[in-house]
Nanobody, 124 residues
Framework: QVQLVESGGGAVQAGASLRLSCVSSGRTFNNYAMGWFRQAPGKEREFVAAVHWNVFSTEYADSVKGRFTVSRDNAKDTVYLQMNNLKPEDTAVYYC?????????????????WGQGTQVTVSS
């Protein structure tokens, strides 16, 4: 059974930093993309960032580019999301995503595996 378990969320003030982690088990994602999506109250789940199978290539939503950094450690089956200079509009539940393809996309349909989500709340 595939499991993705996130940690690292919390409540912070604007300008602060948080680091999310996601540990996978039950399946190796070494040849597949991993990433993060988020969902704010009353809104649809949206793409945040992805790190492709080759570890070095990444992609970001325009809203987080320059502030967030996604990375992965295949030896630890872990993907990270370093979030700096957080803004109130970053408030959402953040979900770890395990893709079924090697090159991550912004499409929910390319993600068969999801974590349970971790809450990030940013106050002004």
């Amino acid at each position: 059974q595939v499991q993705l378990v996130e940690s690292g969320g919390g409540a912070v003030q604007a300008g602060a930093s948080l680091r999310l982690s996601c540990v996978s088990s039950g399946r190796t994602f070494n040849n597949y993309a991993m990433g993060w999506f988020r969902q704010a109250p009353g809104k649809e789940r949206e793409f945040v960032a992805a790190v492709h199978w080759n570890v070095f290539s990444t992609e970001y939503a325009d809203s987080v580019k320059g502030r967030f950094t996604v990375s992965r450690d295949n030896a630890k089956d872990t993907v990270y999301l370093q979030m700096n200079n957080l803004k109130p509009e970053d408030t959402a539940v953040y979900y770890c995503a395990g893709y079924s393809i090697s090159w991550g996309t912004r499409n929910l349909s390319d993600v068969p595996y999801w974590g349970q989500g971790t809450q990030v709340t940013v106050s002004s």
